[in-house]
């Protein structure tokens, strides 16, 4: 089997979020939860709660508005965005690989994927391949991609919103036999590359997790809930990525030191100590801004 030529460089991710990606993160944390659409003004105090001044958010706004992840609307007389309907459909699905990830078994099916594009149409390929990737597929071949068979109607779904789907086959298939479906994997997907960013994960949040862990008992107050509420959004921004480009490959073909299970636990013990405080605080920004006139 030939090793990938184009997913490995699509793995690589800086470790401090960018503002636009913590805007994102903003909206599909929150924003859902209160009437889908957030006031510029609430955006800005928000964002400034971790650091970022209204210069970047208005300029991070802009570029999200252009690409089309949101779209202007009124929230309560004032302006502000809310999601784009061709997008809240994604994080719906991301909801539940980012919160509730879910690991292959052996013996499980692999979804198989093929395509064919004319030649006059060659950044559709380009769109479908990187689409992949994101998918968390790995290549076994530069024309046969593969993944656990449990993201079928997620990737299934994917493709056909955004009218792919006509190029794609799709085949659900057993391992039956041939060479060392372990070694197989360490060349479908690159492996170092995860794990390596599984590892930055930990190192930049372990202490994190013993900070909040010592401080989990105290009593509620606004300080701390804001405290809260940046660190929850940036280790939601930061781990988002990683149930994706790890699509819950088998434990078993995986490295014995592989990082991406003790990552998992930190994530979910830091969401149980961080996401009630949080949620508590943006509610509070949110409900101010609505009352205000």
Same mark, same amino acid.
């Given at each position: 089997m030939t090793s990938p030529a184009g997913p490995h460089k699509a793995v690589s991710e800086p470790a401090a979020?960018?503002?636009?990606?913590? +805007?994102?993160?903003?909206?599909?944390?929150?924003?859902?939860?209160?009437?889908?659409?957030?006031?510029?003004?609430?955006?800005? @105090?928000? $964002?400034? %709660? +971790? &650091?970022?001044?209204?210069?970047?958010?208005? @300029?991070?706004?802009? =570029?999200?508005?252009?690409? &089309?992840? +949101?779209?202007?609307?009124?929230v309560n007389g004032r302006s502000g965005y809310s999601l784009a309907e061709s997008v809240i459909e994604t994080f719906i699905e991301g909801d539940e690989r980012i919160f509730h990830p879910h690991r292959a078994e052996v013996g499980d099916p692999w979804l198989l994927a093929t395509f064919t594009v004319p030649e006059s149409q060659r950044n559709i390929r380009h769109k479908i391949r990187s689409s992949l990737v994101r998918m968390g597929f790995g290549s076994v071949t530069p024309g046969?991609?593969?993944?656990?068979?449990?993201? =079928? %109607?997620?990737?299934?779904?994917?493709?056909?919103?955004?009218?792919?789907?006509?190029?794609?086959?799709?085949? $659900?298939? %057993?391992?039956?036999?041939?060479? %060392?479906? =372990?070694q197989n994997i360490g060349s479908w997907w690159d492996l170092p590359a995860l794990d390596s960013l599984y590892s930055d994960f930990l190192a930049h949040n372990s202490e994190l997790f013993t900070a909040w862990k010592n401080q989990a008992e105290l009593s509620e107050s606004y300080e701390i809930d804001e405290r809260a509420f940046a660190d929850y959004l940036v280790l939601v921004t930061q781990w988002r990525r990683l149930p994706y480009l790890d699509p819950g490959l088998p434990t078993n073909y995986l490295p014995d030191d592989w990082n991406a299970l003790e990552a998992e636990s930190l994530f979910q013990q830091l969401h149980a100590i961080l996401a009630p405080r949080a949620e508590r605080h943006a509610s509070l920004a949110i409900e101010r801004s609505l009352a205000a006139r």
């Open positions: 979020p960018r503002h636009h990606q913590l +805007i994102v993160s903003l909206f599909g944390l929150y924003a859902r939860q209160h009437g889908g659409g957030l006031q510029v003004a609430t955006i800005i @105090s928000l $964002m400034e %709660d +971790i &650091g970022v001044g209204s210069t970047g958010t208005r @300029s991070s706004i802009s =570029r999200l508005k252009k690409r &089309g992840v +949101i779209e202007s609307i009124q046969l991609w593969i993944a656990p068979g449990h993201l =079928r %109607d997620e990737v299934l779904a994917y493709f056909a919103r955004r009218k792919l789907n006509e190029f794609l086959e799709f085949f $659900m298939a %057993d391992h039956v036999g041939g060479a %060392d479906l =372990r």
